[in-house]
């Protein structure tokens, strides 16, 4: 079973549209969770870190669901900027290195 | 955030040559680390490169294969080895702040092996 697991998409939506991803996680020890937005030939970027209580930043809302092992990235009143893939992070067995998902795909259209 | 120079950007090698990596960044960082992404594929953790001590390798991951330095806390270098077709890859160094703003990536190297 991989680490990270993501539904890979695509997940075509039209603009101003609400959408959710999911991502699962198998490391039961996980302490830190993330999601990043990954450009086409582009390095990932920090979108948000995932908190335990939940956490909001501006359009984007990320939950954490420890018993279930269970992480969310809901993004409302999409924009075609949004149009990305979109990587679940959870630190490793290591402690400090991550694990990545595979990614979810979002094509924002007009 | 820190600023990562990665170098280089993109290159096409020849198999059974090999090519060195380099990842500067403008700050000391404790951490840093070493990441391939296949085509199509995700992130993929090769090393984690501690300075002054040899690299922490993951499963898979070999130091003959990809030798890694980390000479001082604002650089590294990884080397892929006796590259073959399946080495083409992009390849990502990465770097936890110090100052608790998280992870941060260089801008990857394309590597293409003929």
């Known amino acids: 079973r991989k680490e990270v697991e993501q539904d890979p998409g695509p997940f075509n939506v039209p603009e101003g549209a609400t959408v959710a991803f999911n991502c699962t996680y198998s490391n039961s020890a996980s302490q830190s969770f993330f999601w990043y937005r990954q450009d086409c030939r582009k390095e990932p970027k920090l979108l948000m870190s995932v908190y335990s209580s939940g956490n909001e930043d501006g359009r984007f809302t990320a939950q954490l669901n420890r018993a279930s092992q269970y992480i969310s990235l809901l993004i409302r009143d999409s924009k075609l900027s949004d149009s990305a893939t979109y990587l679940c992070v959870v630190n490793s067995n290591s402690g400090y290195a991550l694990n990545f998902g595979k990614g979810t795909s979002l094509l924002v259209t007009p | ?114």
């Open chain 2, 1 to 114: 955030s820190a600023v990562i120079s990665q170098k280089p950007s993109r290159d096409i090698c020849q198999r059974g040559t090999s090519l060195t990596i380099q990842c500067q960044v403008d700050s000391q960082v404790t951490m840093m680390f070493w990441y391939r992404q296949q085509p199509g594929q995700s992130l993929t953790l090769i090393a984690t490169a501690n300075q002054g001590s040899e690299a922490t390798y993951e499963s898979g991951f070999v130091i003959d294969k990809f030798p890694i330095s980390r000479p001082n806390l604002t650089f590294s270098t990884l080397t892929v080895s006796n590259l073959s077709p399946e080495d083409s890859s992009i390849y990502l160094c990465s770097v936890l702040e110090d100052t608790g703003y998280g992870y941060t990536f260089g801008s990857g190297t394309r590597l293409t092996v003929v």
